[in-house]
Each structure stands twice: as C-alpha cells, then as structure tokens.
C-alpha cells in the first residue's frame, strides 16, 4: 500500500510538471510570435533608406558636364542640394541623417531638424567616387591612353599611364522612425 501512494504522488508530480513545461513552451511562442507595434514602422524606414541611395546612384547628376550619379553630385555639392532631395524623398514622419565617412568620423551633410526619438532606426551604405583630376580625355575617363581602341597596339616605348587620383567615399543614409 506505501508503494502504491508513491506512484500516485509521482504521476501527479510528473503530470504537473508536463504541464508547466506546454505552459512555458506555448507561452515563448507566442511572445514570440506576436508582432510590435513598431515593426511595419521600422521595415517602411529600412525600405526608405535603401530605395533612396539606390535611385541617387542610378540617376545621372543634373550638371550636364559632370559625369558622376547624383549621388556623388550631392555628396560634393553644398549640403542644401542633398536637403532638397531627401525632403522630397523621405517622408515627413520619418527623421534622416544623410552622412559621409571622412576618415574614421563620419560628417553629416544633410538632416531634416531635430530628432526626439532615436530607438528605430534604419541604415542604408553607398559608395561614391571621387576623382581629384581632372580626365585627360572625354572618350577615355579613366586616365591612361589607350592608342585609339582596345585592340590597337601602341608603338610607344614607355607607357603614358597618368592614374587619376581618387578616393572612396562611403555614405549611410540613417532613417529614424
């Protein structure tokens, strides 16, 4: 009979503890499964910030002689230029900091005012080149001769290869929602 009271106390014990443990399994998924109220706000900034530098490096700059994206225009240029875009671009609920890398500091070059909530946000990398010289050659921007094509051979003894100097410069485009 003491066997017996035994058994019941440990299938009760075991039952219990089945229990808790469905309990816990149940509840973590579903604390993990349901949404936050920011999410939708967070992935509309994230999709914002990559559509925004990805059609300033597809367009062309609006100098008819430069040969840069608008990208690099707005990043050389005064920082009104990149304001004026990226307040027509950027909606009005969301607040942004356009910023290029110079060095290991990075220097704002546009934002939209001051921002009172920085918990979300969304950030978008680009990379723009700067050439320092100017190009040698209208039908050859890259700085070396090429002797009239790509297959001609040249008949110089030494090479005329005049490297333009350049850096890259990395830009984000940060979007707080």
């Known amino acids: 009979m003491d066997n017996s009271r035994k058994g019941f106390v440990y299938s009760i014990d075991a039952f219990l503890a089945f229990t808790l443990t469905l309990v816990a399994i149940y509840s973590l998924i579903y604390f993990i499964t349901v949404p936050y109220n920011y999410y939708h706000s967070l ?3 994230n999709q914002v910030a990559k559509d925004t530098l990805q059609s300033f490096s597809l367009l062309s ?34 607040y942004y900091i356009f910023e290029k890398q110079d060095g290991e500091n990075w220097v704002e070059i546009a934002s939209n005012g001051d921002m009172a909530y920085k918990k979300l946000r969304a950030v978008s990398y680009g990379v723009v080149l700067d050439y320092d010289s100017q190009y040698p050659d209208d039908s050859n921007p890259y700085g070396y001769n090429t002797c009239d094509g790509t297959k001609t051979p040249c008949d110089l003894t030494e090479s005329e290869f005049r490297p333009g100097d350049f850096r890259i410069i990395v830009v984000r485009l940060i979007v707080y929602a």
């Open 61 to 94: 700059s609006p100098d008819p002689n430069s040969q840069e994206s608008l990208l690099g225009y707005l990043v050389f240029k005064d920082g009104t230029y990149a304001k004026n875009y990226l307040d027509k671009l950027v909606p009005s609920q969301f």
């Open 43 to 45: 992935m509309q900034a």
